[in-house]
């Protein structure tokens, strides 16, 4: 492993930092970016964080990795992880885009039409037009090629009926890229074909699903006799499931760290220095040293691992499955950290509230936003087969419908 920056990583920050200080405040000593959680209405976020996306965008600075045509600077993955780095220490709304920018827009550049890169990439980066993923189904979301909503084709257009959930911001998102079952007689993952649907269109109805902490982040999506036009189709016809493959590569890239939610062990030492227990600071106490001592050497193990792949981007290789390593490590640890923290907190604990504690509802969005960051993007089961297969080399899962044509795939519906 190398921590330090090479030459040229160094004058890349200097030039990023540059750029931030003339356009955004800093942090404060000990003050906290801005998480997503909690609703894109919560202090007007969403618009603000356009305000800063087309910000970013007007001075390359949005999306830094993709090619200069489209609005980016063509840099290097490590370049984008200082610019990460860099970006985090300012006041600035978080990145509401990632689904559109980190996923969508990679399949569009490596399996759309020269118009479709011209029509929809530019939009999306500046954020005028946001996208959502239109991926799993009540009946298919680990097994994703198990999905069933279909797509017919009618002339020059294609038949939309279906349901697909979780949909990530459908109800405020202007497209959506969807996979489609196209044909059932072929094998499950060959009869698959991607499409861009516009979320305004006749016959597309967008039901949010009301969360825990209150907030509606994500929706179901029902299609019912949806027309779109074959040059919405991204890919070949029942080529679907490559074009599939890159946004969920891209996903796991996306949100894979398991980073960015909730209050961390800083602010989680400031609570135990600042708890009253039995008339001491709770951090005086074995137990509570003792719990905190291990979240401290578990968050540091990740913060070493991590900086496997950062050498390895450094070095212009490709991070391996290893990475996976880091949201199903990082996410049950972060959930437990938070639910100790809810704990010190006593009855103050046990509220939403943001007035209720000196460091607000932090640790309660923590955790209970952890449970859905342990299903999204892989859950910790199929991380777990992941490490396994790919990693340590165990024997497969057996896949015992792998070969089947879908609709003889047996369904227990009768
Ligand atoms: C916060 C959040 C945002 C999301 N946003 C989107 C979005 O924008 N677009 C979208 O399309 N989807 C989205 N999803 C859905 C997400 O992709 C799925 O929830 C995920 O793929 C798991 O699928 P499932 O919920 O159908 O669970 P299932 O796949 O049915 O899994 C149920 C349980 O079985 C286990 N399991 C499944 N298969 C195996 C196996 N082979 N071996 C061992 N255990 C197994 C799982 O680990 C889990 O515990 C989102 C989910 C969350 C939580």
Same mark, same amino acid.
């Given at each position: 492993?190398?921590?330090?920056?090479?030459?040229?990583?160094?004058?890349?920050?200097?030039? #990023?930092?540059?750029?931030?200080? #003339?356009?955004?405040?800093?942090? &404060?000593?000990?003050?906290?970016?801005?998480?997503?959680?909690?609703?894109?209405?919560?202090?007007?976020?969403?618009?603000?964080?356009?305000?800063?996306?087309?910000?970013?965008?007007?001075?390359?600075?949005? !999306?830094?990795?993709?090619?200069?045509?489209?609005?980016?600077?063509?840099?290097?993955?490590?370049?984008?992880?200082?610019?990460?780095?860099?970006?985090?220490?300012?006041?600035?709304?978080?990145?509401?885009?990632?689904?559109?920018?980190?996923?969508?827009?990679?399949?569009?550049?490596?399996?759309?039409?020269?118009? /479709?890169?011209?029509?929809?990439?530019?939009?999306?980066?500046?954020?005028?037009?946001?996208? !959502?993923?239109?991926?799993?189904?009540?009946? &298919?979301?680990?097994?994703?090629?198990?999905?069933?909503?279909?797509?017919?084709?009618?002339?020059?257009?294609?038949?939309?009926?279906?349901?697909?959930?979780?949909?990530?911001?459908?109800?405020? !998102?202007?497209?959506?890229?969807?996979?489609?079952?196209?044909?059932?007689?072929?094998?499950?993952?060959?009869?698959?074909?991607?499409?861009?649907?516009?979320? /305004? #269109?006749?016959?597309?109805?967008?039901?949010?699903?009301?969360?825990?902490?209150?907030?509606?982040?994500?929706?179901?999506?029902?299609?019912?006799?949806?027309?779109?036009?074959?040059?919405?189709?991204?890919?070949?016809?029942?080529?679907?499931?490559? !074009?599939?493959?890159?946004?969920?590569?891209?996903?796991?890239?996306?949100?894979?760290?398991?980073?960015?939610?909730?209050?961390?062990?800083?602010?989680?030492?400031?609570?135990?220095?600042?708890?009253?227990?039995?008339?001491?600071?709770?951090?005086?106490?074995?137990?509570?040293? /003792?719990?905190?001592?291990?979240?401290?050497?578990?968050?540091?193990?990740?913060?070493?691992?991590?900086?496997?792949?950062?050498?390895?981007?450094?070095?212009?290789?490709?991070?391996?499955?290893?990475?996976?390593?880091?949201?199903?490590?990082? &996410?049950?640890?972060? /959930?437990?950290?938070?639910?100790?923290?809810?704990?010190?907190?006593?009855?103050?604990? #046990?509220?939403?509230?943001?007035?209720?504690?000196?460091?607000?509802?932090?640790?309660?969005?923590?955790?209970?936003?952890?449970?859905?960051?342990?299903?999204?993007?892989?859950?910790?089961?199929?991380?777990?087969?992941?490490?396994?297969?790919?990693?340590?080399?165990?024997?497969?899962?057996?896949?015992?419908?792998?070969?089947?044509?879908?609709?003889?795939?047996?369904?227990?519906?009768?």
């Amino acid at each position: 492993m190398d921590f330090n920056d090479t030459p040229d990583e160094a004058k890349f920050r200097v030039e #990023a930092r540059a750029w931030l200080d #003339a356009n955004a405040e800093r942090l &404060a000593p000990g003050e906290r970016r801005e998480s997503p959680m909690g609703g894109e209405g919560r202090k007007g976020l969403l618009e603000r964080a356009r305000v800063w996306q087309r910000t970013k965008a007007d001075a390359g600075w949005a !999306c830094i990795t993709w090619p200069v045509e489209y609005g980016g600077r063509g840099a290097t993955a490590i370049q984008n992880v200082i610019w990460g780095q860099e970006e985090s220490r300012y006041r600035v709304p978080p990145n509401m885009f990632s689904i559109g920018l980190g996923m969508l827009a990679p399949t569009i550049m490596a399996h759309g039409t020269p118009e /479709q890169k011209q029509r929809y990439l530019k939009p999306m980066l500046r954020s005028d037009e946001i996208w !959502c993923q239109l991926f799993s189904e009540p009946a &298919a979301g680990s097994d994703l090629a198990g999905l069933r909503t279909s797509a017919v084709r009618d002339g020059s257009d294609w038949i939309l009926n279906g349901q697909k959930i979780w949909t990530s911001g459908a109800h405020y !998102c202007k497209w959506g890229m969807i996979v489609t079952r196209t044909d059932p007689a072929a094998k499950k993952h060959a009869g698959i074909t991607y499409f861009i649907v516009d979320m /305004q #269109a006749k016959g597309v109805e967008i039901r949010p699903i009301r969360q825990i902490n209150g907030a509606s982040d994500f929706n179901e999506v029902f299609f019912s006799d949806v027309r779109i036009p074959d040059t919405y189709r991204v890919g070949a016809v029942n080529d679907g499931w490559r !074009c599939a493959l890159t946004t969920l590569m891209n996903e796991r890239a996306t949100i894979g760290s398991g980073q960015g939610f909730g209050l961390g062990i800083h602010e989680l030492l400031q609570l135990a220095r600042e708890t009253d227990w039995n008339g001491r600071p709770a951090l005086e106490d074995p137990s509570v040293r /003792q719990r905190i001592a291990e979240f401290y050497i578990g968050l540091k193990g990740l913060e070493y691992t991590s900086y496997r792949t950062l050498t390895a981007l450094s070095r212009g290789q490709t991070p391996g499955p290893e990475n996976a390593i880091g949201k199903m490590v990082g &996410a049950p640890l972060r /959930q437990r950290l938070s639910s100790f923290a809810i704990e010190l907190q006593g009855a103050a604990g #046990a509220t939403l509230d943001e007035g209720s504690t000196p460091l607000g509802a932090g640790f309660q969005h923590g955790w209970l936003g952890a449970p859905g960051l342990r299903i999204a993007g892989g859950t910790d089961e199929i991380l777990h087969n992941i490490v396994a297969e790919r990693v340590l080399g165990l024997p497969g899962e057996p896949r015992v419908d792998k070969d089947l044509a879908f609709q003889d795939v047996p369904t227990g519906r009768g």
